[in-house]
């Protein structure tokens, strides 16, 4: 089950406490104060990983804690510092910080991003020592760490995303183009989650099926459309189904551009599919039609390999050649 969006309560480490202590040795009764500070909690930090189940996680731990500091100890010594944590999220994930709105998204593979910060650790007795106060008998606690709220929201990074209404025939194209196991059936139902699957060196992803209405929240379009932001080409499948097949394209249209003004300036290719449901004429009268209407579109089924393999080389190219721009 793909999560790609959950709210974490993240907490840094609490600072260890001061010591309070006084210096015992054999023929020196009156030896003074000498006990340490605590150590610094530790932080919070997230780093991208090329993974996008690992949200998943968050939904059984809401809450991250990082390690508290050692207390301080006897003979001045300082309490150990607590190691950091390190969590992962997947790749494209946008993290707000919900107290001021604050976005970071996590595109770089090499760096790691401060969530929460750890406390540093209470004075020991040591520290309290003056003239005017010789035996200081109290040290100070660890503070708290940095507590904050983040809202993660995943943001596939793919390079073809799959777009069209309920049963366009997206998850079977999903399937054949690569080796992903999506759902199918020969019965309309909704994907509830993206599907994804590897195209040599490059990531489809079926996104769940639009509806008019989804850039204002309706059905499950809204819920995915953001994972249409960062693909480099959007395949737009039409099924030969469709009563009105242009219709239908102006209205997903429609809906991305309301959605995002970057949506509408995607590459895009129109895809129509189960032509295997029409007969040799009618099929003939249909790409006449609609090859006027969309220029450079595809005609295909699954079940004709030769199909696929078209698509698949259409689609190397165009990816190819919009990472050239």
């Not at 990082?66 to 150990?80: I, S």
């Not at 760490?145 to 799959?162: C, K, P, R, T």
């Given at each position: 089950m793909l999560v790609d969006s959950i709210k974490v309560e993240v907490r840094g480490g609490r600072g260890g406490a001061g010591c309070v202590s006084f210096r015992r040795e054999k023929f020196i009764p009156r030896g003074g104060p000498d006990g340490g500070n605590g150590g610094w909690g530790g932080s919070v930090y997230v780093i991208g990983?090329?993974?996008?189940?690992?949200?998943?996680?968050?939904?059984?731990?809401?809450?991250?804690?990082?390690?508290?500091?050692?207390?301080?100890?006897?003979?001045?010594?300082?309490?150990?510092?607590?190691?950091?944590?390190?969590?992962?999220?997947?790749?494209?994930?946008?993290?707000?910080?919900?107290?001021?709105?604050a976005v970071l998204e996590i595109l770089d593979k090499?760096?790691?991003?401060?969530?929460?910060?750890?406390?540093?650790?209470?004075?020991?007795?040591?520290?309290?020592?003056?003239?005017?106060?010789?035996?200081?008998?109290?040290?100070?606690?660890?503070?708290?760490?940095?507590?904050?709220?983040?809202?993660?929201?995943?943001?596939?990074?793919?390079?073809?995303?799959?777009?069209?209404?309920?049963?366009?025939?997206k998850s079977t194209l999903l399937n054949a183009l690569t080796d992903a196991d999506a759902k199918v059936?020969?019965?309309?139902?909704?994907?509830?989650?993206?599907?994804?699957?590897?195209?040599?060196?490059?990531?489809?992803?079926?996104?769940?099926?639009?509806?008019?209405?989804?850039?204002?929240?309706?059905?499950?379009?809204?819920?995915?459309?953001?994972?249409?932001?960062?693909?480099?080409?959007?395949?737009?499948?039409?099924?030969?189904?469709?009563?009105?097949?242009?219709?239908?394209?102006?209205?997903?249209?429609?809906e991305l551009e309301t959605y995002s003004e970057k949506l509408a300036t995607l590459p895009e290719l129109v895809v129509f599919t189960k032509i295997d449901l029409l007969e040799e004429k009618e099929l003939k009268k249909f790409q006449i039609k609609f090859k006027k209407l969309f220029p450079g579109c595809l005609f295909l089924t699954v079940l004709v390999d030769e199909n696929i393999a078209t698509l698949r080389k259409t689609l190397l190219r165009l990816i190819k050649a919009e990472a050239i721009q």
């Open positions: 990983e090329n993974n996008p189940y690992l949200l998943k996680k968050f939904r059984e731990m809401p809450l991250i804690q990082a390690e508290p500091g050692k207390p301080g100890g006897t003979n001045k010594k300082y309490g150990a510092n607590a190691p950091d944590t390190i969590i992962k999220v997947p790749f494209g994930t946008r993290i707000t910080r919900l107290v001021d709105g090499k760096k790691k991003y401060l969530l929460a910060k750890g406390a540093i650790g209470g004075r020991g007795n040591f520290e309290f020592k003056s003239a005017t106060n010789q035996t200081p008998r109290y040290a100070e606690p660890g503070r708290i760490g940095e507590i904050l709220n983040y809202q993660f929201d995943l943001m596939l990074i793919a390079d073809v995303g799959l777009i069209g209404l309920p049963n366009a025939g059936a020969p019965y309309p139902f909704t994907t509830l989650e993206p599907n994804l699957g590897p195209l040599g060196d490059y990531i489809v992803a079926d996104i769940p099926g639009l509806i008019e209405g989804a850039s204002i929240g309706k059905g499950l379009g809204f819920q995915f459309l953001r994972h249409v932001e960062r693909t480099r080409l959007l395949v737009h499948c039409l099924s030969v189904e469709n009563v009105d097949p242009q219709k239908t394209y102006q209205g997903i249209r429609k």
